[in-house]
């Protein structure tokens, strides 16, 4: 059975069979109904270019004036709600040409500060950043004005509007800030006819539970007014405060503070000694997107790396116009790279916004959930920011049980949370996880609230730098391969493989749920699938144990009883509707090497 949209395999079989990941022998489409309606989605809108902020109410009453905060005038804009303003996992995504009709951005924005409460905003300080593509300076300076409306009392932007995810997270931390806004679609294109897309993450650094996001929808549903300052422009191409009256703005270098907490977790003196080898080579590739503001500072200046070490490090609107995902399937220039004869012996891609990450060595994929287990098992002995322990581990429900395994072996609390990073940031705050990860390529620790893709790169050279750091030159160097083949040894080892149907139609997706669902209101322990008898079958129910709150129908689950599973999940952008479908075969027995 096919389906009627596009269809990106994440099948990691996909280079050289002694290391990666085997294809199953169940097969996907004995569990798929056959909806005809799935079909790519394309949105009504009517685009107007020039202001975007404007009256749209149908009275003829004139934008007010009031004079808060003191200093400069504040304008009350007249309009009414639009539709299709709710969050997903990452707040709200839409093509670009949506988000520039009148007042849409403008609403949300507004929207927010409406569900929030005064103190976590009026006269306090809020961060404001993005990944560089293509809207977010015209964005930018919409959200500046509208926050002066409300009453904030000083913004932080990155230079030039550029701030990744993860650095976002650190300044918010660092600054004390009461939360700050993200720019960003994640790892979906940019550019005139791609995405765009905006969050808010709290004072801990952490996106808005969704008791704040489910209010932002709410007050979208009402909006009648935006609250808007008077003043002009600010040129956010310099580094320096900008005041207007009791409102300033402060453009910030976008690299310093993120840097500065980086060299508290990780020794750079010992990367250092890795990177300045004559008999290793490393390449990391920015996709043009926002890390490549980071990896010259970072990866050349502090650890010694070669300026060409550096592929795509020009960050553009359009991310040149590439899909910047750091997967097999998008980041395969840099996979050939790996697979040549003699290829560098370490590679790394961040993605749109760097709080992705791709792990390969020489001929080898590293994939996301063995990347995270593998850092969870070295992190002790490779990395200081954990010299005093690891607190405990966590994954998201559709990544294998490779973090598992470990947390099993070491004897460390262990959480399955739903997707999205702001379930393990809860868990971060109460003392309960250090490390955690997603097999979406997402992979971070409690160092910040957002999963960190140059962390996870900087985890795997201290890895890799920590067993070869007695090694003198012309020994043979302990590979990546080595470290992930000890590691299955060890602990064993997961084959995993992801199907994404993209582009969907949300009527025939939830059909397709729905019809999942009754398969496993039918279902019971002992049904035979081919060769594979059935544990249980359940939509994943998560109950918080830090506050207690519930959320449901997370991921349709097929577990059979040798541990292998099977997972359908929809995603929801807001650009797009994805149907993920995840397959697992855990291995019990230790793999011998």
């Known amino acids: 059975m096919a389906f009627s949209c596009k269809l990106d395999s994440f099948i990691l079989s996909a280079y050289k069979p002694q290391n990666s990941i085997l294809p199953l022998s169940i097969q996907p489409s004995s569990f798929l109904p056959s909806p005809s309606s799935l079909k790519p989605q394309k949105l009504p809108f009517r685009i107007r270019y020039g202001s975007t902020i404007r009256a749209t109410s149908s009275s003829s009453t004139p934008s007010a004036t009031i004079a808060e905060p003191e200093g400069i005038k504040i304008k009350s804009i007249p309009t009414k709600p639009i539709d299709g303003q709710k969050t997903g996992t990452s707040g709200l995504r839409k093509k670009v040409k949506v988000f520039m009709q009148d007042n849409y951005l403008a609403n949300w924005i507004q929207a927010l500060f409406n569900s929030l409460p005064p103190e976590d905003y009026k006269n306090g300080l809020l961060v404001l950043g993005g990944d560089g593509r293509y809207f977010n300076q015209e ?18 932007v990155g230079k030039e509007g550029i701030l990744s995810t993860p650095a976002v997270s650190a300044v918010i931390r660092k600054r004390k800030a009461n939360g700050g806004f993200i720019m960003s679609a994640s790892h979906n294109p ?8 905006i969050k808010f993450n709290y004072s801990s650094g952490q996106p808005a539970p969704e008791s704040i996001t489910d209010k932002i929808y709410g007050n979208t549903l009402s909006i009648s007014e935006i609250k808007i300052a008077d003043i002009p422009d600010v040129d956010l191409s310099k580094v320096g405060v900008t005041n207007f009256g009791s409102f300033s703005v402060e453009v910030i270098d976008p690299v310093s503070d993120y840097l500065e907490l980086l060299e508290t977790v990780f020794d750079f003196q010992l990367i250092r000694g890795l990177l300045s080898r004559p008999d290793f080579r490393f390449i990391f590739d920015a996709m043009h997107a926002v890390t490549g503001a980071y990896a010259k500072p970072i990866f050349v200046d502090k650890l010694g790396a070669s300026l060409d070490s550096i592929s795509n ?10 899909h910047p995902d750091p997967n097999l399937t998008y980041a395969k220039d840099l996979v050939n790279i790996l697979y040549a004869e003699n290829g560098p012996d370490f590679g790394a891609a961040s993605d749109g916004d760097g709080d992705r990450n791709m792990i390969l060595g020489r001929s080898f994929f590293v994939t996301p959930s063995d990347s995270v287990a593998v850092i969870a098992a070295n992190a002790r002995e490779a990395i200081p920011y954990f010299k005093n322990g690891v607190k405990g581990l966590a994954r998201s429900m559709p990544t294998s049980g490779a973090l598992d395994r470990v947390a099993k072996k070491l004897n460390l609390p262990f959480f399955e949370v739903p997707t999205g990073w702001k379930f393990f940031g809860n868990l971060m705050d109460a003392g309960n996880l250090s490390v955690c990860g997603e097999e979406s390529f997402g992979t971070g620790s409690d160092h910040i609230r957002e999963k960190d893709g140059i962390w996870a790169v900087l985890a795997w050279l201290s890895i890799i730098a920590h067993r070869n750091k007695d090694k003198n030159p012309g020994e043979k160097l302990i590979s990546v391969s080595d470290v992930v083949m000890e590691h299955w040894a060890t602990y064993g080892r997961n084959f995993f493989s992801r199907y994404d149907y993209e582009e969907c139609e949300s009527e025939g997706a939830n059909k397709m749920i729905e019809y999942l669902r009754d398969i496993l209101s039918k279902s019971k322990p002992g049904d035979q699938y081919g060769s594979y008898v059935l544990q249980f079958a359940d939509d994943f129910t998560y109950t918080d144990p830090v506050d207690g709150s519930v959320v449901s129908k997370q991921g349709v689950r097929f577990v059979f009883t040798d541990g292998s599973r099977i997972i359908y999940r929809l995603s929801v952008c807001g650009i797009c509707l994805f149907v993920h479908l995840v397959a697992f075969k855990e291995v019990e027995s230790i793999l011998e090497i």
Do not use: C, S
């Open 139 to 156: 964005a930018a300076q919409i959200i500046i004005k509208i926050a002066a409306g409300n009453g904030v009392g000083k913004i932080l």
């Open 190 to 197: 940019g550019g005139p006819e791609y995405d765009w897309g």
């Open 313 to 322: 490090g020009i960050p553009l609107e359009d991310f040149g116009h590439g």
